[in-house]
Nanobody
Framework: QVQLVESGGGLVQAGGSLTLSCAASGSIFSINAMGWYRRAPGKQRELVARIISGGSPDYADSVKGRFTISRDNAKNTVTLRMSSLKPEDTAVYYC??????????????WGQGTQVTVSS
């Protein structure tokens, strides 16, 4: 009942920049947190960055200083600005959000994933 639609991603050379965006829609009463995860080939999905309501952004150590996450609470969107990209940032990036629906139950939703490929 809560859908996440991602945009952005693509192919970029090492040292370049990309921006990922994610918009949540549906029966949303409140969103507790929005963030980005990634899964590289042969690896488990890992947290990249997230913003919990009322808190400061969390970043994976590997992206600190290079990635910036921001959230627009009014629009239920989250954006990940990635700079100084490295080949090891190559992965499928997934948007994630969890919170409350208007009907009461919690939701925890994932986007469909967007490919980020960084060439050396």
């Amino acid at each position: 009942q809560v859908q996440l639609v991602e945009s952005g991603g693509g192919l970029v050379q090492a040292g370049g920049s990309l921006t990922l965006s994610c918009a949540a829609s549906g029966s949303i009463f409140s969103i507790n947190a929005m963030g980005w995860y990634r899964r590289a080939p042969g690896k488990q999905r890992e947290l990249v960055a997230r913003i919990i309501s009322g808190g400061s952004p969390d970043y994976a150590d590997s992206v600190k200083g290079r990635f910036t996450i921001s959230r627009d609470n009014a629009k239920n969107t989250v954006t990940l600005r990635m700079s100084s990209l490295k080949p090891e940032d190559t992965a499928v990036y997934y948007c994630n959000a969890y919170g409350l629906t208007h009907s009461g139950p919690n939701f925890a939703s994932w986007g469909q994933g967007t490919q980020v490929t960084v060439s050396s």
